[in-house]
């Protein structure tokens, strides 16, 4: 993964917005394989004061030394700000934490019917996965999708809270966003998502009115001064890039509105020959019995 930033680290130099000259989140991530990246550096997160792992159940029993030993730092500053001595057991980080973007198998790798960890995931996806994979539905903690105006906070551990953004993806899907509010430190790791300007839009507005939160993206500014800004992204998206070897343009689909209003003009004119062959083929009471059940 590319290189990133923890609360209290150094920049990258040159990390800047080109349009505000202001820090821009670091990004870590991205798939280019056509499936969701199964490295285990991008699915523990860091920069926060707990073990959390994304869609990364294959490395459940393995967390990188490097991500327990930030998280106990961070956790030490964490307990220091509470006015908690800062040594002994309340430096440990929580965790570990476990988060499940949707259903999908790429991103559902290494989970099995018998894993015993909880789960953080959408109500529809615990649903699917218990369906897919019986994972029994009371390993799971529901999380409510947020919307502007219904933003659905949930406290995944001691000093680091969660929300889900609706990904705009498959049914359930969902992006987790971390925050502690003691560090500033809020952390976006997204899995499959459908970034049009609406969603995008949508995302912003919700983060603001949840921190609030400053993405750095355009449109109208917060009611009141911003909490922190989101330092950190995971993209581990399968259509992030394109596949190893092939052209720029790989993974270019039309937008959404075309495809869906391609696929109801495909649908009502095969309607249209259903009918007549019902039509003439029935008679007039086949014809009408038909109509009424289409």
Known sequence: PAASHDPGAPRA????????????????GASES???????????VRGLPALINVDGFRFARRWPLARHARARELRAQLVERLGVPASGPACEPPGPVFVLTHSHSDHTDGLTSD?????????????????QLGVPLDQFVTVA?????????????????????????CPGAGMPVFLCRELRACVFHCGDMRASARAVAEWRQVLLEWGPVDTGLTGPGPVRPPLCRVSLVYLDSTYLTPRVGGSAHQWDFPPRAAVLAALSGVARREMAQWRRNSGSGSGGSGSSSGGGSS
Not at 34 to 44: C, F, I, L, S, Y
Not at 117 to 130: C, D, S
Not at 145 to 169: F, N, Y
């Open 13 to 28: 130099p040159g990390n800047r917005s080109p349009r505000r000259g202001r820090p821009s989140p670091a990004v870590c």
């Open 34 to 44: 056509g499936m969701a990246t199964q490295t285990r550096n991008v699915k523990w």
């Open 115 to 131: 894993f015993r960890h909880r789960i953080h995931a959408t109500p529809v996806t615990a649903a699917l996965v218990n369906e």
């Open 145 to 169: 999708v947020s919307k502007p105006g219904r933003v659905r906070p949930v406290q995944v551990c001691s000093g680091v809270e969660m929300i889900m953004l609706d990904a705009h993806h």
